[in-house]
């Protein structure tokens, strides 16, 4: 592979168990010296091995949240504090990692907290932006600069890399890197998916820019393109104002140049929240000139992002907005219901050309090290071994024992560490690729990507359940090669620890936020309502989470 691959099954048992990035991430460590004991220098006097054992072997501690047990089986006899994991990490390098504690992911945010504030943690664990922020300012974190230049893999400098040095300097205190940034893909921003058997229905052609999505849109609502003779149809899923934003649109927003609930950089060199801009408005009055078509369900506004799942799976939209493994769930079972049923995936359509999609965040929080560990650099070697064996496994029955063998799945999971490479999943499918254009044999395939090309494979020889890998396939090697080469990803600029106004403020703003525009998209109020929003927004303590917010993005700037 020329970069590490990610394994697309395992990601997105991940994130649709809930498992996300900052609750999936693995434990931490602490040495078996107390307070006070003088940190060992890193070695300087030979060539540093990423990989290399401590004989005799050391200790450092940590705290976890447990994986999800509806996803994780342990064999019998293991879980959490005693797997394939610990005991392989303390057989090769000589590490044996010992957890303090280990709680349910629900409370672990509350019991980290609790930790910082007793003063008392070990010798690494994870942690949000806030509490990295709180740490480095008390001067309690150990300085990683030489512990990451002489010990890190090429793996784990090259995902850093990749990330980008805005992720970079948010981990940094005056030149100084205080923590390891859990990186966050760039693959997961929504991009266009049209069901094309509609299409077809309707004699319509594919769509080339958003006026096309727009006009589509209203034809698959209005021109009954399922055939039952019935108006009960759709053209793009909306959320209203309830929990998790207005997630579905956020697709078609960005291809008019939106960016709501992220913070982008304008001509001034200033960090603006995208959801006041005026091609925000512009994309609200779009939505709502889809609400009174039709193709905006009428009762939206009562839904949240899950509700909108039943029509969805059951086949009533023919434009969806979402990533690129929305073919897993819901459209797999629009297809299982229909096998006439396809959905294709597009960039996003802008009115001349491909737009930008949206990442939310770069980074979902940071590893840190406390200030007097003994071995800083064994948490840097820990994240080597991660980097090592979940994109690099050299072969199947390594993988197997490592990733996700058979019987027991997402075993990774019980890693201490864990962070991820930007383009992973992308890399992962062009091994599948080359091995379908006859570059390569699917034993030449790395094991991370040989699931892949199987599952593609079983499509093609008339597996219908196979088809939402194929299309994760095509959505990959397509939409999200074309996002890579054209730079179109805008990934939110903000990442700033919580200032006092965010942190009193915020939900008072968002709920704000969510009520104007389910309001203006519904008709309930007129487009110049969002003028006024605007301007409560910032009396309600919006401008001052634009200065707190800016003064950190001055500090960022070389």
């Known amino acids: 592979m020329k970069k590490a691959c990610l394994p697309i099954r395992l990601v997105i048992v991940c994130l649709m168990a809930g498992l996300l990035l900052v609750s999936c991430s693995a434990p931490t460590s602490t040495p078996t010296q107390g307070p006070g004991t003088t940190p060992t220098p890193v070695p300087t006097a030979e060539p540093a091995d990423p990989f290399g054992k401590y004989e005799p072997a050391i200790t450092i501690t ?38 303090d504690w280990v709680v349910d992911a629900s409370q672990l945010s509350t019991r980290i907290n609790a930790m910082i504030t007793s003063g008392d943690f070990p010798d690494f664990f994870m942690c949000s932006s806030a509490q990295f922020n709180e740490l480095g300012s008390a001067g309690l974190l150990a300085d990683l600069t030489g512990a990451y230049d002489a010990y890190a893999s090429d793996a784990f400098k090259s995902a850093m890399d990749d990330a980008g040095q805005a992720v970079i300097a948010s981990a940094t205190r005056d030149g100084a890197l205080m923590g390891l940034p859990i990186i966050a893909s760039k693959e997961f921003g929504p991009m266009l998916w049209v069901r ?65 609930m992220i913070w982008t950089e304008n001509d001034h060199g200033d960090l603006v929240y995208g959801s006041i801009t005026e091609n925000t408005k512009n994309a609200l009055g779009r939505l709502r000139e889809l609400y009174d078509a039709g193709a905006i369900d009428p009762e939206f506004i009562t ?131 080359r091995c379908f254009d006859g570059e390569i044999t699917e034993d030449q395939i790395p094991p991370i990507g040989r699931q892949s090309y199987q599952d593609v494979l079983k499509y093609k020889n008339g597996d219908i359940a196979s088809w939402m890998w194929e299309r994760v396939y095509t959505a990959l090697t397509t939409v999200m090669t074309v996002n890579r080469d054209g730079d179109l990803i805008q990934p939110d600029r903000n990442l700033a620890p919580p200032g006092e106004a965010m942190s009193l403020k915020w939900g008072t703003l968002s709920a704000m936020e969510m009520e104007a525009f389910s309001r203006i998209i519904s008709g309930e109020s007129p487009i110049e ?30």
């Not at 019935?230 to 956020?250: C, E, K, Q």
């Open 529 to 558: 309502a969002f003028d006024t929003f605007v301007t409560e927004w910032k009396a309600a303590g919006g401008d001052e989470v634009t200065a707190e917010i800016n003064t950190w993005f001055d500090t960022q700037q070389p």
């Open 62 to 99: 940590s705290v976890r949240d447990i994986p999800n047990p509806a996803v994780v089986k342990y064999p019998e006899g293991q879980d959490v504090e005693n797997n394939v994991w610990i005991t392989t990490i303390r057989e090769e390098l000589g590490i044996e990692v010992k957890y």
């Open 303 to 433: 839904k949240d992002y899950w509700a909108t799942y039943d029509p969805l799976t059951s086949g009533k939209y023919g434009i969806v907005y979402g990533p690129y493994y929305i073919s897993i769930s819901p459209l797999q079972p629009i297809v299982n219901n229909n096998d006439k049923a396809q959905f294709k995936p597009f960039p996003l359509l802008g009115p001349d050309g491909n737009a930008k999609t949206q990442q939310a965040s770069p980074t979902s929080g940071y590893y840190v090290v406390r200030k007097d560990c003994a071995h800083p650099e064994a948490v840097i070697k820990l994240m080597n071994f991660w980097y090592r064996e979940f994109y690099f496994s050299p072969d199947q029955a390594r993988y197997e024992k490592m990733i996700n063998g058979p019987e027991f799945t997402s075993i990774y999971s019980s890693t201490p560490i864990m962070s991820y490479m930007p383009w992973a999943n992308l890399d992962n499918i062009l091994e599948a690729k």
């Open 196 to 260: 094309t058997d509609w299409l077809e229905a309707l004699d319509l052609e594919e769509p080339e820019t958003i006026e096309d999505v727009i006009a589509i849109a209203k034809a698959f609502a209005t021109q009954d393109p399922d055939g039952n003779q019935v108006n009960d149809t759709f053209g793009i899923p909306v959320n209203g104002n309830t929990s998790g934003g207005l997630m579905w649109a956020l697709g078609f927003m960005n291809s008019l140049g939106s960016y709501p």
